[in-house]
């Protein structure tokens, strides 16, 4: 359930009114000066003004903005390639999560923290397990970048080995060797004979 003031709170880009059931994949947006609280069983956030958020079934998507999370479910908040989740699942945790200008910050109220950094090089395509893992213990707080550690895929590298197998002295060779079979046939290797004799 989303509660709101109703003022300046906006679900799939329509004016929310004071309480509203949530889907899966449903975006609820804050606007300046105005609040509001997803409610799930075991766990409440509270989105700050000026936020973005897709709700989810155990997850919360920030694209922007900030949050107050307090679950006794696990409740976990996505932002960019980090993934914010309990340390316990079983035990009360509050903590806060905001992301500005691509720069995340997370404090743990109430029982530790971890952050997850995922990254989309080849080689984490190809491991999809791994991951860089922090903890952020009850108390402290913790800032992170929200893009992934290691980039997209560049396309120019999407194919390993292409590139220098072109560039290798076999394939040039080979090149050559083409080029001057072309020539060969279609302009010198004929003698006096013209390429298309006039007669048979």
Partial sequence: MLQSNGAGVVV??????????????????????AVARIE?????ADINPET???????E???SHGGLSVSSSHGLRVRVGCLTITPVNAADWTRYDVVDTD?????KANENDVYIDAHSKN???IKRPQQSSRDIVRQGNRSSREEKCGAGYLNPSTSMPGVGAALNSPWA???????????????LLCHGDDPV?????
């Fill in 12 to 33: 799939n880009h329509n004016p929310a009114p004071a309480s509203a059931a949530l889907f899966p994949k449903d975006l609820v947006e804050t606007q300046k000066g």
């Fill in 40 to 44: 799930s069983t075991g766990s409440t």
């Fill in 52 to 58: 973005v958020v897709e709700f989810n079934a155990g």
């Fill in 60 to 62: 919360l998507v920030l």
């Fill in 102 to 106: 691509g720069r995340v910050t997370v």
């Fill in 122 to 124: 080849l080689q984490q």
């Fill in 172 to 186: 040039i060779g080979a090149g050559i060797a083409a080029i001057g079979t072309v020539v060969c046939l279609g």
């Fill in 196 to 200: 298309s004799p006039a007669w048979p």
